[in-house]
């Protein structure tokens, strides 16, 4: 059984940095790609960064690039996304997701919340 958890959302302020983290457990993800993605109220899912487990493939939404890194460690099997100057406007449900397709998603974990008050 596939799970990923997700952890480190909360509250900020406008320009304040968050680190989210994704556990992956229940199968080997080596050739899988994990991407974050979000959604905010109203709104649909987007993808927001995503990097493989093998190789240095890493790419992002143009919304989030020089703000946001995203990050591996392959012998804890988790992936962060540090984010930096954050904006209201990034605020949303951030979602860990693991494919075999780049920026798609076939395995979800259960999202953390991240809210950025102006």
């Known amino acids: 059984q596939v799970q990923l958890v997700e952890s480190g959302g909360g509250l900020v302020q406008a320009g304040g940095s968050l680190r989210l983290s994704c556990a992956a457990s229940g199968r080997t993800f080596s050739n899988y790609y994990m991407g974050w993605f979000r959604q905010a109220p109203g709104k649909e899912r987007e993808f927001v960064a995503g990097i493989r487990w093998s190789g240095d493939s890493i790419d992002y939404t143009d919304s989030v690039k020089g703000r946001f890194t995203i990050s591996k460690d392959n012998a804890k099997n988790t992936v962060s996304l540090q984010m930096n100057s954050l904006k209201p406007e990034d605020t949303a449900v951030y979602h860990c997701?693991?494919?075999?397709?780049?920026?798609?998603?076939?395995?979800w974990g259960q999202g953390t919340q991240v809210t950025v008050s102006s």
């Open positions: 997701g693991a494919a075999a397709r780049a920026r798609n998603a076939d395995y």
